[in-house]
């Protein structure tokens, strides 16, 4: 159902997450940052600490700075999803890179047998890069320097939820100020709705599914048969390291193992190309 309401009359949800690792099956949400505009301003934040049910690595901690030491009082994900899912309700979400993070949210959601929400979701780095011209690059952080934006604290839930929705406001500006809802979308171009990022319906799709996430989530060698690459149509033994969901189709990141040795570097799967896949 196409939504024609004006963009400033529209209530949106600016969200970032802070996780454990790079994929949603097999890493965690360690934090959730999230403000609600309406009506020209912020109206409502969201913000907590998520302990992760894994030792996060010196690597990740990082990135976001966000220490085992920091969640290690947090509440889990399962005592913050269902307040998070209400905190969304009725809003237009948008998040920086928004596939990364709608992975996340959507296993949680069917985790936690959560409605997803039936909004289409927005991403300020599609939009900048439509929108924002005679930047280095579309990344977050250099956005917040070209626009001259309070950033606050790289890589942390609210600081940079914050700058995600100025980002989007920015881009919203520029375009015509009348522009609704579904022009807006129309203009991404990119379809990002929940509904592709159902680790339930991925099962049900391909035979081979359930497979792939459970050697993803108990690190399980798998062997599958790939139509393309240098080996199209033989079986290939694969030591999975994640699953990226992606608009323009998902692919499994995995070590390919020969002879029993793993290759140095990880390798894309499309899951579209894949045609069959089973645990060892």
């Given at each position: 159902?196409?939504?024609?309401?004006?963009?400033?009359?529209?209530t949106f949800v600016a969200f970032d997450?802070?996780?454990?690792?790079?994929?949603?099956?097999?890493?965690?949400?360690?934090?959730?940052?999230?403000?609600?505009?309406?009506?020209?301003?912020?109206?409502?934040?969201?913000?907590?600490?998520?302990?992760?049910?894994?030792?996060?690595?010196?690597?990740?901690?990082?990135?976001?700075?966000?220490?085992?030491?920091?969640?290690?009082?947090?509440?889990?994900?399962?005592?913050?999803?269902?307040?998070?899912?209400?905190?969304?309700?009725?809003?237009?979400?948008?998040?920086?890179?928004?596939?990364?993070?709608?992975?996340?949210l959507a296993l949680e959601f069917e985790?936690?047998?959560?409605?997803?929400?039936?909004?289409?979701?927005?991403?300020?780095?599609?939009?900048?890069?439509?929108?924002?011209?005679?930047?280095?690059?579309?990344?977050?952080?250099?956005?917040?320097?070209?626009?001259?934006?309070?950033?606050?604290?790289?890589?942390?839930?609210?600081?940079?939820?914050?700058?995600?929705?100025?980002?989007?406001?920015?881009?919203?500006?520029?375009?015509?100020?009348?522009k609704n809802i579904q022009q807006l979308?129309?203009?991404?171009?990119?379809?990002?709705?929940?509904?592709?990022?159902?680790?339930?319906?991925?099962?049900?799709?391909?035979?081979?599914?359930?497979?792939?996430?459970?050697?993803?989530?108990?690190?399980?060698?798998?062997?599958?048969?790939?139509?393309?690459?240098?080996?199209?149509?033989?079986?290939?033994?694969?030591?999975?390291?994640?699953?990226?969901?992606?608009?323009?189709?998902?692919?499994?990141?995995?070590?390919?193992?020969?002879?029993?040795?793993?290759?140095?570097?990880?390798?894309?799967?499309?899951?579209?190309?894949?045609?069959?896949?089973?645990?060892?």
């Amino acid at each position: 159902m196409e939504n024609t309401q004006y963009w400033k009359e529209t209530t949106f949800v600016a969200f970032d997450l802070e996780t454990s690792g790079a994929y949603p099956i097999g890493d965690h949400i360690c934090e959730i940052g999230a403000v609600k505009w309406q009506n020209g301003k912020i109206i409502d934040e969201f913000q907590t600490l998520i302990k992760p049910p894994v030792i996060m690595s010196d690597f990740i901690i990082g990135i976001h700075n966000i220490t085992n030491e920091m969640v290690a009082n947090a509440p889990s994900i399962s005592d913050k999803i269902k307040d998070f899912h209400s905190f969304i309700q009725g809003a237009y979400l948008v998040a920086h890179h928004s596939p990364f993070d709608l992975g996340f949210l959507a296993l949680e959601f069917e985790r936690h047998k959560l409605p997803f929400p039936r909004e289409k979701v927005f991403c300020s780095s599609v939009m900048s890069i439509k929108a924002i011209k005679g930047v280095e690059n579309h990344k977050l952080q250099t956005l917040i320097q070209f626009l001259k934006i309070d950033g606050g604290q790289a890589h942390r839930g609210m600081d940079d939820a914050k700058a995600c929705l100025e980002v989007l406001l920015h881009c919203f500006r520029s375009f015509d100020p009348e522009k609704n809802i579904q022009q807006l979308l129309d203009y991404q171009k990119i379809n990002i709705q929940w509904s592709n990022f159902s680790i339930d319906t991925l099962i049900k799709k391909h035979s081979y599914g359930a497979d792939i996430v459970t050697a993803i989530e108990e690190r399980k060698d798998l062997e599958l048969i790939y139509s393309g690459g240098s080996k199209p149509g033989k079986p290939r033994v694969l030591c999975p390291i994640g699953l990226v969901r992606n608009p323009n189709g998902d692919f499994l990141v995995a070590f390919e193992k020969n002879d029993g040795v793993k290759s140095e570097k990880t390798k894309r799967y499309y899951l579209n190309r894949v045609k069959d896949a089973a645990l060892i």
